[in-house]
């Protein structure tokens, strides 16, 4: 009997720990996790030439590592406010057009305003996981520009950013642009898709936690 | 002893109920969460006229509406390895020197490589919080490059990113120097501070379940 | 007619004269400048509200303090290609839309590729001076994100870059956006077109020397 | 007689027109251009592997293209502020730590405060021309980031910028750092050198012209 009660002891000890979390450390009876349902990502991207919209692939395909993630892949044109609203990681892909993203991404995401009427203090992107990636033609000639202000624009709606591949998200240089992406930058798309889904589950369940 | 051992499955359930907390909807019983234990948030800055170290403050203060959050504030040049390890947020502040972070928090940046061996694939800093404030005479001369380049140098050691204040970090406009840093900017320093937090408890607790 | 030969025999001297003029000490006789004509530069901006155009005529002013400056002031979607290449400076202004240079002025670098054909690499816009110029509601909230990345656009058109006002070009904080902007705003405009006209005025004397 | 006058009138204006030249309508009588002298620039870097300094080599080499060009090619640390101030052109090479420029480059820029008095509003290095080149072992993580930033911080000093190889600057990816660098990266770096002394040499030239 004495185990007994132990055991039952250590089983309560592991809710009731789970009581102190320690924002909320209110004296509340045992919380429980909420199961916080998949992950909706949406990719969306523009591309002239396609190698953006295959690197959009790769990071859908990443994504997909996390089974039972929701994937929008689509091109910024084509994206709604609500889908915007609903999704609970955004990641953004541009070709660089003179050291930038292109005026069709940075349309995408003036339409913010004009549009789906995100502004401040309200920020709806707020808390939401955002990433970029990006294809050019030249090693250095505006990829880090392009994925930097990507997630500038991205901070400016209080999201919260994550990389992976290159420092800043994942990369393709193209060269003259006829032959598909190198193996080794579909796979910083994937680790990227991938990631971006891990830091969005953990915020999910975290929030999930009634507290 | 039979019961024993059903209390010890029902234990043992939690763990395995918590195992399979997935990332799409199961169906499972309650998973139970694990105390994730309070957010250690390092705070550090340089400063030479006392501007940012009054920013530093104020972060400090909004790190602190959530009760039990455990704050290191120093200076730079005084964190060591085990200290960044530890923690489980980071916000560095700098003043702004030539449209730059200064050289002292660059070096700070760098030690990560020579004296921490903070390198890839490993990226000790990984998933820990990230986030920036700065002190500027004028108004536009640098805060954002400033702001923007410490958070590409947590991007670089994969951390996850986030501002507030203004929309790459909490900022201040000091002029000539002289005058006590205005209300707002300590504003969006302790709203930063706050958030940083948020998030950094939000990831922890979603890390803390039992999967 | 004796006179009228040493006149014209003089005239000639002084283009000749100007043939010799060394790149390093050739020790050769006084050379003579070719007139190389005005500066023409070309001001274009997009706006909303008005501001952005108030400080494009803010920059105009400042150009005119050199006398004899020819001046395009238009919107950036009526600048023709023909006017871009025949210009000797580019001056680009842009509110600030989430953290960046808003869609309309991308879409004017944009067209450099798509219709003007300004490509590697010719790169017609090079050895232009180039400088922009940004309004933005906030204090640091993208102003010098939108500065440096019109500056990245240029440069990768492989132009001359210079900023005057803040570090980074002009710059005015509207705010809610309802009132005229400041006159210190106005100021850093003038200052801006003042400079630029003088670095090409600069650089079209250098030119216009006979090598 | 009526030729005579016509002829002494063309010649005069030949004159006249220079002594109009638009920034300095003054009325003054015949100008002529001064022997401007070479070109003074200054190279300079830090290096820790060896491979900075390379690319610095080919910088120094490109600008030797322009006989009668004077080099000074040195370690950041070494650098004077009188060799500062002579300098027509400074070229600023740095290897990519943490995305950005290294510490010890940014503390060079520090100087310019602490040890030159370099400030506002004299700016004693205005109108100087300025450029970058950085070396990083991945292909897009941080070189950009560092070039665009030593432009900041040459924008910030008033001084003219200008790039050649990248969109940015001149650049190498030097991946696990044993090889010695590509031909394209040392030939970037020579593209960069000539760039940037033809440019101060125009600007030069331009200056000497007597208004």
Known sequence: ????????????????????LP????????????????VRI??????RTGHTAALAKAVEEGALRHVGTLVTLKPVAEVSCAELKVADALVVGSPVYWSNMSAEVKAFFDRFTTECGFLP??????????????????VSSGKEVALLTILAAMLGN???VVSEGQALG?????GDG?????????????????????????????RAVIR
């Open 23 to 38: 924002s909320a450390a209110t004296g509340q009876p045992a919380p429980g996790p909420v199961e916080p349902g998949p």
């Open 178 to 206: 006829k032959a598909p992406l190198a193996p080794e930058a579909l796979d910083e798309g994937r680790r990227l898709g991938a990631r971006v889904v891990a830091v969005a589950l953990d915020l999910k369940r975290g």
């Open 158 to 160: 209080r999201m919260i």
């Open 170 to 174: 994942a990369t393709a240089t193209t």
């Open 121 to 138: 203090p309200a920020f709806p992107m707020r808390d939401k996981v955002g990433a970029a990636f990006v294809t050019g033609g030249e």
């Open 42 to 47: 949406l990719i969306t991207y523009s591309s």
């Open 1 to 20: 009997v004495m185990i007994m009660k132990d055991l039952a002891r250590a089983a309560a000890l592991v809710v009731v720990a789970g009581a102190v």
